[in-house]
């Protein structure tokens, strides 16, 4: 499918551009590049309320729908940005669409990127932040029973490790994962790396620079480097995975949602067409960006 209308115009002044990568960018320039696309993210939802905390050396954003008081089906959040980048700021309009339309408590845990801090310091927050928020449940307003972990790009692959994690340790988990175009195998090993690997803003570039930066003394095929390649997946609560058609990770979020079947675990897929990595930042200009928001709702709230 041709790329929807308004995606297409970013993709033709990035090809424009010259293509510029990423990997010859500062981190600085990085983060605020990112920053600086959030205007594409649409219209601001007021309808709701956040509040930022810390708890235990972590940052949290927790968004609320307004008047909510009792415990709430809860979506732990893990943001994107290539383990470089990324935070409340970039995802604020995320976070707000996503509690205002699932009427679930959103908490975003804000977790040590790379280059400053490297693996395994955002997996261990990940995990750290997720725990804080079971213990803290009552005081937070989380309903321990109906907790989702969702993510995009680097956050998907953060969830995912998360429950892994929690899984082997015996301890609680989620009720459900949600994995936007997660980042899943190091080492590149799919085709549409190659496929859409150049012109589609997210490149291969930047995708594996940021694996560079975070993994800088990690082997790629460590499991926690590249899960999509694990065996124990088994005993995981039920997955959905949302890949994007013109994006290097399509095929590997594919790939994970094949594994998961094929390994007892409850797991479904979509692809969506014309769109590119990011696309679920891209509300102002993407319809199926405003869908696929509205399909995560849906999911968080059940």
Not at 51 to 80: C, Q, W
Not at 120 to 145: F, S
């Amino acid at each position: 499918m041709a790329l929807e209308k308004g995606i297409a115009a970013l993709v033709n002044d990035f090809i424009a551009a010259g293509r510029p990568s990423e990997r010859h960018q500062s981190v600085e320039q990085r983060r605020e590049g990112y920053i600086a696309s959030t205007v594409l993210a649409g219209e601001k939802e007021t309808r709701v309320t956040v509040k930022d905390m810390e708890l235990e050396g972590l940052s949290f954003r927790v968004v609320s729908p307004l008047n909510a008081k009792d415990a709430l089906p809860t979506v732990i959040y893990y943001h994107g940005g290539c383990f470089v980048s990324g935070g409340f700021a970039t995802h604020d309009h995320q976070l707000r669409q996503l509690a205002f339309y699932s009427g679930c408590r959103v908490i975003a845990v804000q977790y040590r990127c790379a280059p400053e801090h490297t693996y395994p310091a955002a997996h261990d927050d990940a995990e750290k932040g997720a725990d804080i928020i079971w213990q803290h449940a009552d005081t937070l307003g989380v309903d321990r029973t109906r907790i989702t972990l969702a993510g995009d790009s680097a956050g998907g692959h953060l969830a995912l490790v998360t429950a892994l994690r929690l899984k082997a340790a015996g301890q609680w988990q989620p009720a459900r994962l949600i994995l936007i175009y997660p980042m899943l195998d190091a080492t590149a090993h799919f085709e549409s790396y190659t496929r859409n690997g150049l012109d589609y803003i997210i490149t291969r570039d930047t995708l594996l620079s940021g694996y560079e930066m975070y993994l800088p003394h990690t082997e790629r095929q460590h499991p926690e480097a590249s899960p999509l390649w694990r065996d124990d997946f088994n005993g995981l609560p039920p997955v959905h995975i949302i890949t994007a058609e013109y994006d290097p990770l399509c095929d590997e979020g594919e790939a994970l949602y094949q594994r998961l079947s094929e390994q007892g675990v409850e797991s479904t897929c979509q692809r969506y067409l014309g769109v590119i990595h990011g696309f679920f930042q891209l509300g102002g200009v993407s319809l199926a960006a405003k869908n696929v928001m509205r399909d995560i709702a849906w999911r968080a709230g059940i």
